[in-house]
């Protein structure tokens, strides 16, 4: 009997976190980000809810073509609770993503999101990579019309192997879903991480670190 309760109890613990650590439930209708409030909370302090106007929900734009002429050949335009303060708290956000033909959006991760995306215009192809100690690639080419589900914190990029331009809608669940740029992260800090470390990580001369320390 002592036994069977406890049983119970671990199967109620589990399922208590699980609900609370991936959907957690608002306590009134929303909460209206105050981009003013010098209150600092996890997330953003709410606007006054009678003070709220249907433009605090809005966001207009995503029909826009994104300027691909860079680097990368790639434009990202996120609608966070940055550009769209009535997604404060919701657990939810969306990017349209425009590609030159040929361009890129390099590995990386959101550390607070699952993204799903779908193909509006284009041919892309798509991966993410297994964390430790696989490290297992996962990659499939998209047409238009496909989604693809890239999990939370996985390093994950897509590149358009098309002439023409390609575009994806992407829906993250986070409104403030963040994004940690690979080389950015490792060669691009301020201050800059020694190049003794990288060199030694990477297991290369540092001539290779600094001459990627250029490019970020
Ligand atoms: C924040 O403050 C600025 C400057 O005082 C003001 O123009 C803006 O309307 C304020 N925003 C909100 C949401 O209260
Ligand atoms: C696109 O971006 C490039 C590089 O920043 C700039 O030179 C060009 O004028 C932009 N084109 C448009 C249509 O805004």
Redo the contacts with the bound molecule.
């Keep these: 009997m002592a036994k069977r309760i406890g049983h119970f109890s671990l199967l109620a613990l589990a399922f208590c976190c699980l609900a609370y650590a991936y959907e957690p439930k608002p306590l009134q209708d929303f909460c209206v980000a105050d981009p003013n409030s010098s209150v600092f909370v996890n997330g953003m302090a709410c606007k006054n809810p009678m003070q709220t106007q249907a433009n605090d929900f809005y966001f207009s734009g995503l029909h826009l073509r994104g300027?691909?002429?860079?680097p990368f050949g790639l434009m990202v335009q996120p609608v966070t609770v940055a550009q769209l303060p009535g997604l404060n708290t919701l657990g939810i956000s969306m990017v349209r993503i425009d590609y030159a033909p040929w361009g890129i959006n390099p590995p990386h991760t959101h550390p607070r999101a699952t993204e799903i995306i779908t193909v509006l215009e284009g041919t892309l192809e798509v991966g993410f990579v297994t964390s430790t100690p696989e490290y297992r690639l996962i990659t499939k080419v998209l047409y238009k019309g496909d989604v693809f589900v890239f999990p939370v914190g996985l390093v994950h990029f897509q590149q358009n192997v098309g002439n023409k331009n390609a575009v994806a809608i992407g829906a993250l669940s986070s409104q403030n879903p963040g994004a940690i740029m690979i080389g950015n992260v490792v060669f691009g800090s301020n201050p800059p991480i020694s190049s003794e470390i990288l060199a030694k990580g990477f297991q290369v001369d540092k001539k290779v670190v600094d001459l990627l320390k250029e490019k970020f």
């Design positions: 300027n691909t002429s860079n």
